[in-house]
């Protein structure tokens, strides 16, 4: 006869169509016995889902409760008990704003959405207009089963529009019930503006908004928009050149510099980037792939013919031993792996022929000049390329020119 050990032997490993045919009341029983590891309660949750014993209601409340509880159990436990509406005075009690474990504050906001409680809805809002996709999603779920419950209209009521997570919701809503959402192309705020964009499917209806739209911000993320659906170049070039070409301008960042460092993030950058940087990099095309083993070829012959005893070059990744990035390492000097710990060596960009060091390396700048490459000095890395927001250990802000060429993300 299995037993919950034989059904989720390791961690990851449970038999999800075991644990839903096992005996519901068993289940709870272990869910609720804090000794036994969290990584098999939590998926004992997951399978009374449907079938909670009322017996055990309380039981299961009390380990939501017990904030030395593992956070990914007690998760589990509010989806599943997301219709007892005896959780919502411990949910909105003031004393829950100070749950540290994470995930937690989000999920009981969540929570008090998928149990109606209205006052929860400003906080919903900036949830789901959150950068993070997890986050974001329970945002949405909480918001959601508000308006199942009380309408859009009711609950659009509890928000006002001065915020922009506020008018996010209210774009969302309007897009749900069928309404043209193109004025919010020119909504101040550019992840409400990319919102929008992101909704609209009527190309013969964003072609028309071009004249219409009041700002030229308005009239790139129109742009935007058509080229998602279209993939029409062309007519975005011809767009971008009927509005001036209007580019983001960075003092110090030369054609060079700028068109590396758009043509790998000009696209792909975070929502709250100028729509400038998007388009210039449409217009830009796709880069020509480098032959990177031969760039790396001629930086390590550059370096051996100054006798500088170049190792083998390494992946930023391998260097930092996970992730990657744009660049690779070619340490200088010593021998063996230990020899890359010192932080001599220099930094070989993926996007051009640019080359650094994390420490002055006066003869490698000269070997690797006279080879064609282009060092980046300290006051060019410095420069921080404006309203590009590009995402780096968390953050989405605008970079500097060094991280953007070197850059690398575990």
């Not at 609720?32 to 939590?42: E, I, N, S």
Request: charged share 25%; hydrophobic share 40%; glycine share 8%.
């Amino acid at each position: 006869m299995p037993t919950v050990e034989t059904l989720i032997p390791q961690a990851g490993q449970a038999d999800a169509e075991g644990l839903r045919a096992f005996d519901a009341d068993l289940l709870a029983e272990y869910v609720t016995d804090p000794a036994h590891p969290w990584w098999r309660r939590r998926p004992c949750v997951l399978a009374l889902a449907g079938r909670v014993p009322e017996h055990r209601v309380a039981g299961l409340i009390a380990r939501v409760h017990d904030p030395r509880d593992v956070a990914e159990v007690r998760i589990a436990l509010l989806d599943l008990l997301a219709d007892r509406t005896e959780l919502l005075p411990w949910l909105g009690h003031p004393d829950r704003r100070q749950e540290d474990s994470y995930g937690m504050f989000e999920a009981i906001l969540k929570a008090r959405g998928l149990l109606g409680d209205r006052s929860a809805t400003g906080e919903l809002t900036t949830l789901a207009a959150s950068p993070w996709s997890r986050t974001r999603a329970l945002g949405e779920a909480g918001l959601d089963a508000l308006v199942a419950r009380y309408g859009a209209g009711a609950v659009l009521s509890d928000v006002g529009d001065e915020r922009p997570e506020d008018r996010a919701f209210r774009v969302r809503m309007r897009h749900r019930a069928g309404a043209d959402v193109v004025d919010a192309l020119a909504d101040p705020d550019r992840a409400v503006a990319y919102l929008a964009q992101s909704l609209l499917t009527d190309p013969d209806r964003l072609r028309g908004h071009l004249d219409e739209a009041p700002t030229t911000e308005a009239k790139l993320w129109t742009a935007y928009a058509l080229h998602r659906l279209t993939g029409d170049t062309a007519e975005t070039r011809a767009i971008h050149a009927s509005l001036g070409r209007p580019r983001v301008e960075v003092a110090g960042l030369d054609e060079e510099l700028r068109t590396a460092i758009v043509q790998e993030y000009g696209q792909y950058c975070q929502e709250r980037s100028d729509p400038r940087w998007r388009i210039e990099a449409i217009c830009a095309g796709p880069p020509v792939p480098p032959d990177e083993d031969e760039r790396l070829r001629r930086a390590m012959t550059a370096l051996t013919s100054a006798g500088l005893a170049p190792r083998p070059p390494v992946s930023c990744g391998e260097y930092n031993r996970q992730g990657g990035g744009t660049y690779h390492v070619i340490g200088l000097g010593g021998n063996g792996a230990e020899a890359d710990e010192d932080g001599t060596g220099v930094l070989v960009s993926t996007l051009g022929r640019f080359v650094t060091s994390y420490e002055p390396e006066p003869a490698a700048r000269a070997a690797l000049e006279s080879a064609g490459f282009r060092w980046i000095p300290q006051e060019t890395g410095a420069i921080r390329v404006t309203d590009l927001c590009v995402y780096h250990f968390g953050d989405r802000e605008p970079l500097d020119v060094a991280t953007l060429l070197f850059y690398w993300q575990d």
